[in-house]
């Protein structure tokens, strides 16, 4: 009795639905139809906005009607915000899409190929897999590069296929396989990635080399030492730096004898990685600086530098007696890097042996160093032959503020080497009020070529200490033109330079530093920069040419 009263109610519930889906689902179909429809008319219409908005729109609809419409829309050349929507839209449409999109790989236009190659990677069907691998050997390099992404978008359904094509005979296909099996960073293709290192072609063997860079695993160690004897300089640099991002202590010793490879770029990479490995490599590198090679010592002592090991300076101490130049020239760099005050008097004694082919670096090193104990050797230089020498001592006491230096840092304002004239100037600035009535002089004299240097050099000694020199001197100027136009003024012109700089310390702001930093004098430069940096801002650098 239940089961039969139990049926007729499914019975007329059964029928009731028949009836309702009857009545309904032409309805439903019809309004759904009519809003495809109208997002057919927005995607054919002239407005693009409504245009990427009809494609957004299509993708969630996920009707496969809208393949065509959407590779349609790919190919345009309507802005990259369509083409990236139609794209996404297409990669949202799955398997139906898939299909529309490998029917087009046959385009003609390489711009359109490249497009539906990319689609196809966001699609990330494994369907795609081998059509994409036959676009590795597309005759056009940029949709050849990106069936290689799109290939690696797809990951791992990629891999077997990518590993069949590094037995394909064109050499290219081989490489683009390999960079392709890299991005995917599986742990399944690091041994084809190790066999592609015996490659006969070397951009094959390089990228593979790079594409073991993005693994982790040990087992690629010792097949990278032994690529590092190819024949390609490339290939050995680029597996030198591989090795050095490892920080394996097994590469130390290899790497030590790449800094003697008869490539420069090689040698310095191998620099470089041992400086990354760090303390681990400092015994190794401290051996090789007994030997006689003066590559390998010069590159020994530069790479313990880097390394920046407080306990090597008595080593950089020692090595400014080295017998070869280039050693010692880098010993005193390490020197001044270290900022360690124990460099102050071995410098000091360079810098006093007149015969010393070091006392140009010892000088340089010195005088970032800002000491006191320095200042009687800087006062004897500043009567040296040598321009560069003179020019060092001057910054070097303007630096440390040497009450003694004036009255010669003065004289040499008159100096016949208009470089030694400029750092007289600037190394005036350096040393604050007591130097402000030579700077003023020069200010005032109007047949001194060094008004613009004068102008900053004042300008960088504390507004209170200054005085009215600046403002005295800008009574013979108008500034009016100059601050309206001063992005059309050339500074190349001494007397437009001094009016741009006049403008910027009168009536600088954010735009106009951040225009003089940009500009091609160097004067200009720091002035923006100067002012950037009393007023709190980090202004854009698009290029800087000193």
């Avoid at 090795?243 to 770029?265: A, R």
Wanted: with cysteine; net charge positive; glycine share 6%.
């Amino acid at each position: 009795m239940f089961n039969s009263r139990f049926s007729k109610k499914n019975t007329v519930f059964v029928s009731w639905m028949i009836l309702f889906l009857s009545l309904w689902l032409p309805f439903l179909i019809f309004s759904q139809n009519t809003d495809f429809d109208k997002l057919i008319e927005k995607l054919k219409g002239p407005d693009l906005e409504k245009r990427t908005e009809a494609i957004r729109a299509l993708a969630v609809s996920k009707n496969p009607r809208a393949v065509g419409l959407l590779i349609t829309a790919l190919k345009e050349n309507d802005g990259y915000y369509q083409s990236e929507a139609a794209k996404m839209a297409l990669a949202n449409l799955g398997e139906p899409a898939v299909t529309g999109l490998l029917a087009d790989l046959k385009d003609k236009n390489p711009v359109n190929r490249g497009k539906i190659v990319q689609a196809l990677g966001e699609t990330k069907s494994p369907t795609a897999v081998n059509p994409l691998i036959k676009c590795l050997k597309d005759r056009d390099g940029n949709v050849q590069t990106a069936a290689l992404y799109a290939l690696a978008k797809i990951g791992t359904p990629s891999i077997d296929a990518l590993i069949i094509a590094l037995k394909e005979t064109d050499s290219g296909v081989r490489e683009r396989a390999v960079t392709a099996l890299g991005v995917i960073k599986d742990t399944r293709v690091i041994e084809p990635l190790l066999k592609a290192l015996k490659d006969k072609n070397s951009k094959v063997r390089l990228s593979a080399v790079k594409s073991l860079g993005n693994f982790n695993d040990p087992i690629r160690i010792a097949p990278l030492i032994g690529i590092l004897k190819d024949i390609n300089s490339e290939v050995r640099t680029t597996t030198v730096e591989v090795l050095g991002n490892t920080k394996d202590s097994s590469v130390i010793e290899p790497l030590i004898g790449m800094m003697g490879d008869k490539s420069t770029y090689t040698a310095s990479a191998a620099c470089t990685s041992l400086s990354k490995i760090g303390t681990p490599a400092v015994n190794s590198l401290l051996r090789v600086m007994k030997s006689k090679n003066t590559k390998m010592r010069s590159n020994a002592i530069y790479t313990l530098g880097q390394i920046k090991d407080p306990g090597l300076i008595d080593l950089f101490i020692g090595a400014i007696k080295d017998p070869d130049i280039d050693v010692g020239v880098v010993a005193i760099n390490n020197l001044r890097l270290s900022k360690n005050p124990r460099a102050v008097e071995p410098l000091i004694e360079v810098l006093k042996n007149k015969k010393s082919p070091l006392r140009h670096s010892a000088a340089g090193a010195l005088s970032e160093f800002k000491d006191p104990r320095s200042s009687e050797i800087f006062l004897e230089v500043l009567s040296d032959k040598d321009p560069d020498l003179r020019i060092s001592a001057a910054y070097a006491l303007g630096s440390i503020k040497e009450p003694k230096a004036l009255k010669p840092i003065v004289s040499m304002l008159s100096d016949r080497n208009i470089r030694v004239a400029i750092a007289a100037v600037r190394s005036l600035g350096f040393m604050g009020k007591i130097a402000l009535e030579p700077l003023s002089t020069i200010l005032k004299d109007p047949k001194s070529d060094l008004h613009s240097i004068a102008l900053f050099a004042v300008w960088k000694i504390p507004y209170y200490e200054q005085g009215s020199i600046i403002s005295d001197f800008m009574k013979g100027y108008d500034l009016t033109s100059t601050l309206k136009n001063y992005k059309s003024i050339s500074s190349s012109e001494k007397k437009n330079e001094i009016l741009l700089l006049l403008s910027l310390i009168s009536s600088g702001n954010k735009e106009m530093a951040e225009y003089f930093i940009n500009n091609s004098s160097p004067l200009l430069q720091e002035a923006g920069n100067n002012w950037a940096r009393d007023h709190g801002y980090q202004l854009q650098i698009r290029f800087q040419n000193r």
